[in-house]
């Protein structure tokens, strides 16, 4: 065991992938010698050369199509899209071809690619490199989202993303990168795929949330702890597909439900997650189906970050409305 | 006072309308058969035996035929899309002659021809025409993605199969093809700048026909010729005479060569011209072309010039061609037959090839699928 950071997490979890099978590739714009902008790749080129872990051209739109040759070839790639933002130029490769070659083909060509990306507020970056846009993937058919809270989920999140054989976008919280440490094992293990996790156990209400909001979620619960309201968070870590099963358990024992997430009211995965409930659930609900989420704004400009995401005191005060509704 | 003109063209260094005449030199189009199917440049006659050229030519004419019972069969709402072919068989069918079944095809929705050569069941052609997935079931050692309707994308993808091939040391390549519009993308950029920075092997083919749907050459770019984009990624690029079938064999061999032998990638233009519509989803070329236009591109026909070629050479009779036309008609008819014979396609077949292992949500789905289709 040894004490990690997610960003160490991560770079773990790729060299114990790129030494585990020969065919997987990692390769973006900077990810080689330079370690990645954020040092996720830092020293694999080095370790397992410039055949394995290599950088592109400046164009994602090619970052895409490389990885899709490169998987019709029968290797393992992991390519990098530097930031989330920009995967607005890569959409077709993502969204209209990789997503879909598995059924184009009647399953006999497939997609084992794994796209990391960083995104996520909080740290004050340019424009265009925050935006939470993981609903424009959770809204492609063929695609599996994952987007881990914490660097023991980061690791064997990533490493069953690349041993999925579809392709799977995999979002990196920027600032859960090195806000903290934890235990993470040093050997290859993985944690399945669509399987949520519950980070506190509660019986009046149940949050379910993912990514940076998960932070926020546990500590309001703490806080609704001291004044007698016991709140069960579930962090969802893969957001496409859902795991309807894990949530739908914990609502049918608190009767109460409030979605969490930093992306904007009308996008994220909160609206398909209150949707599920409402169809499985509703007569376990006591009151509404609480949310807190972003304001239908393009995402902020840096100095105004904090008056624009959601925070423990939203979701402080949206869990009363709802425990407290009659 | 602004900048003097006259001072800047006396410039030689600045003399912008000199280099762009000194880039349009380098581009001039290669041909080997003139109209009539006379050699104009015995140089660049290719190597190939007499009954090599004679089976160039069947695929040739086999194309034509393909594209006319196509059109047919399309009018009479017996196959779904199709792109129209003819005129377009030397650009095909005489570059994919210079490749090997090991190369990896990456087709365009016009290209079905090259897909069929390529190994291809015709059956699955029109499988694929009708919109039923087993015209996309290819097997493991069919060495071809299904035709791209998005424009572009195939050429971003044969860029990485190329760099997947060179990091294999596989002594292949990967080659694909896009229309005169196409070369407008981004995608075209990116997949031969791409192969370019990667030196990967791969043959690009830029099919000019003059027209995007409606839209003439002239529209997509100020660029003289499409094959000097080429340079923008620092590879060859070369413009091919693409109704001359002996040119177009001749420049692709000698850019799989080139390719294969590690030197990187390479972009051909083809000039070409599509007799037909677009495509038989309503396109009517007299809204945009001229009856003269038409007729001109007409005495261009690629099989005129082959069937004068191989029949000075005593290599090809009417007979042979007539009996060779039956043949490949009945072929089509076969074919069309056994696409009809495909199974009904199930919603719960789709959802199950939608991962490797159905997710919760997917089994619900095939489970109320699988009722509904009374299994």
């Known amino acids: ?326 | 006072m602004g900048i003097s003109m006259a001072k800047v063209k006396k410039n030689k260094a600045l003399d912008f309308a000199a280099h762009l005449k000194s880039v349009e030199k380098n581009y001039s189009m290669v041909q080997v058969l003139d109209e009539t199917g006379k050699v104009v440049n015995e140089d660049l006659l290719p190597d190939l035996k007499d009954e090599e050229l004679v089976e160039l030519f069947e695929n040739m004419l086999w194309s034509r035929a393909l594209n006319d019972r196509s059109t047919t069969l399309a009018r009479q709402g017996r196959l779904g899309f199709f792109a129209p072919t003819a005129g377009q068989e030397a650009s095909q069918l005489a570059s994919l002659y210079a490749f090997n079944r090991e190369d990896i095809l990456f087709p365009g929705y016009r290209d079905i021809p090259q897909l069929v050569l390529h190994g291809l069941p015709l059956y699955k052609a029109f499988l694929w025409s009708r919109g039923h997935v087993e015209g996309n079931l290819y097997p493991e050692d069919y060495n071809a993605m299904p035709p791209q309707i998005i424009i572009g994308a195939q050429i971003v993808q044969a860029a990485g199969a190329g760099l997947g091939l060179k990091k294999r040391g596989k002594k292949q390549v990967a080659f694909t093809y896009t229309g005169d519009g196409g070369s407008s993308q981004g995608d075209f950029y990116e997949g031969v700048n791409f192969a370019g920075a990667f030196e990967a092997p791969v043959v690009f083919y830029i099919q000019n026909n003059g027209y995007a749907i409606s839209t003439p050459r002239h529209k997509q770019t100020a660029a003289t010729t499409l094959a000097q984009k080429a340079a923008a990624a620092g590879v060859p690029g070369i413009q091919v005479d693409g109704m001359d079938p002996l040119a177009m064999y001749t420049v692709s061999k000698a850019a799989r060569d080139w390719a294969v032998e590690g030197n990187g990638p390479v972009v051909i233009e083809t000039i070409t011209s599509r007799f037909g519509p677009h495509s038989l989803s309503g396109d009517d070329p007299k809204r945009y072309r001229t009856q003269a236009s038409f007729e001109e591109w007409d005495k261009k026909d690629p099989l005129i010039r082959m069937r004068n070629f191989l029949t000075e050479k005593g290599l090809w009779n009417e007979e042979k061609e007539v009996a060779l036309i039956e043949k490949y008609d009945e072929e089509i008819r076969e074919a069309v037959k056994q696409a009809d014979n495909a199974p009904k396609q199930k919603v719960s077949d789709f959802l199950k090839t939608m991962f490797e292992e159905p997710t919760n949500v997917i089994q619900e789905q095939i489970e109320y699928f699988e009722m509904k289709e009374g299994k």
């Open chain 1, 1 to 326: 065991m040894a004490q990690l950071t997610m960003i160490q997490a991560i770079t773990n979890a790729l060299d114990l992938a790129l030494e585990k099978d020969e065919n997987t590739l990692i390769f973006g714009e900077d990810v080689g010698k330079n370690g990645g902008v954020f040092r996720a790749t830092d020293g694999l080129q080095e370790k397992h050369g410039e055949d394995r872990v290599f950088d592109t051209p400046l164009a994602e739109s090619g970052i895409g199509g490389l990885a899709i040759g490169l998987a019709l070839e029968k290797f393992r790639p992991i390519p990098e899209i530097q930031f989330f933002g920009f995967v607005f130029e890569v959409f077709d490769s993502i969204a209209g071809q990789m997503s879909r070659t598995r059924y184009r083909s009647g399953g006999t060509r497939t997609m084992p690619i794994t796209v990391r990306s960083p995104f996520g507020g909080g740290v004050h970056t340019p424009e265009l490199h925050a935006d939470n846009l993981e609903s424009l993937m959770t809204h492609t058919p063929g695609l599996k989202v994952v987007i881990p809270s914490n660097p023991y989920d980061a690791k064997g999140l990533l490493l069953a993303s690349i041993e999925d054989n579809d392709p799977v976008v995999y979002l990196e919280h920027m600032k859960l990168y090195r806000s903290f440490r934890d235990e993470v094992p040093e050997e290859y293990y993985t944690i399945p795929l669509g399987k949520a996790a519950v980070t506190n156990e509660g019986t009046d209400v149940t949050i379910v949330t993912y990514g940076y909001m998960v932070r926020e979620a546990n500590k309001a619960a703490e806080t609704l702890k001291a004044e007698g309201i016991s709140a069960e968070v579930i962090d969802l870590r893969t957001v496409s597909p859902i795991d309807i099963e894990t949530i739908v358990a914990s609502v049918e024992k608190t009767g109460r439900l409030v979605v969490v997430q930093e992306a904007q009211r009308q996008a994220g995965v909160g609206a398909a997650v209150m949707a599920e409930i409402a169809e499985r659930a509703i007569l376990s609900l006591q009151a509404p189906i609480g949310r807190v989420a972003a304001p239908d704004t393009i995402y902020p400009f840096g100095l105004a970050e904090n008056d624009w995401l959601p925070n423990e005191e939203d979701i402080i005060n949206k869990v009363r409305e709802i425990v407290h509704f009659d």
